[in-house]
T-cell receptor, first 116, second 115 residues
Framework: DTEVTQTPKHLVMGMTNKKSLKCEQH?????MYWYKQKAKKPPELMFV???????INESVPSRFSPECPNSSLLNLHLHALQPEDSALYLC???????????????FGNGTRLTVT | SQQGEEDPQALSIQEGENATMNCSYK?????LQWYRQNSGRGLVHLIL?????REKHSGRLRVTLDTSKKSSSLLITASRAADTASYFC???????????????FGKGTKLTVNP
């Protein structure tokens, strides 16, 4: 079992809905990530938070809105999504970047999102 | 854009055999990591090898890194049915300040170990 917890495990939403994905970790990691993974493809980086500040946004459409309320929580707010946004959304955490760390990522089991 | 490219894309072996997966990448790196993903689950970190290391072992796993060829290999010895999963290499490009904030995943190798 993973130490990064994601809820919900499955989500079906219409294109006009607003929903949120949640992620929680208690490993003291100060970097948290959102990845999107389509079937049979590798994960694609969406956002990175370092010390609760957004440090990387990989040109993600504004219908995805990340939020990091504290060092243990990461949310992804969804609004007006398209069917092509259906995917597995993975949260991960690690020690923040820095040559002294070379820290691997710890992943949650993801939220399987279907947009109808 | 993807940094790593694994080959083969799919590999099917019998239990007890060894499995070798290869990864090639394009830019200089801080480190290279291997992850496993069981179907419908998150990724699990297996092993990290730094750019100044050439070989690393962890249990039945052996990873090599050749920075001159920009390639790495993952060897799983005495494979088990439970090793059935997708395996991804991931590179930490030296363009960043270090650490894994911009980790870039390869396309993955789907390994099937038949009992």
């Amino acid at each position: 079992d993973t130490e990064v917890t994601q809820t919900p495990k499955h989500l079906v939403m219409g294109m006009t809905n607003k929903k949120s994905l949640k992620c929680e970790q208690h490993m003291g990691h100060r970097a948290m990530y959102w990845y999107k993974q389509k079937a049979k493809k590798p994960p694609e980086l969406m956002f990175v938070y370092s010390y609760e500040k957004l440090s990387i946004n990989e040109s993600v459409p504004s219908r995805f809105s990340p939020e990091c309320p504290n060092s243990s929580l990461l949310n992804l707010h969804l609004h007006a999504l398209q069917p092509e946004d259906s995917a597995l959304y993975l949260c991960a955490s690690s020690h923040p970047n820095g040559p002294e760390y070379n820290s691997p990522l710890h992943f949650g089991n993801g939220t399987r999102l279907t947009v109808t | 854009s993807q940094q790593g490219e694994e080959d083969p894309q799919a590999l099917s072996i019998q239990e007890g055999e060894n499995a070798t997966m290869n990864c090639s990448y394009k830019t200089s790196i801080n480190n290279l990591q291997w992850y496993r993903q069981n179907s419908g689950r998150g990724l699990v970190h297996l092993i990290l090898i730094r750019s100044n290391e050439r070989e690393k072992h962890s249990g039945r796993l052996r990873v090599t890194l050749d920075t001159s060829k920009k390639s790495s290999s993952l060897l799983i010895t005495a494979s088990r049915a439970a090793d059935t999963a997708s395996y991804f290499c991931a590179t930490d490009p030296m363009l960043t300040q270090g650490g894994s904030e911009k980790l870039v995943f390869g396309k993955g190798t789907k390994l099937t170990v038949n009992p």
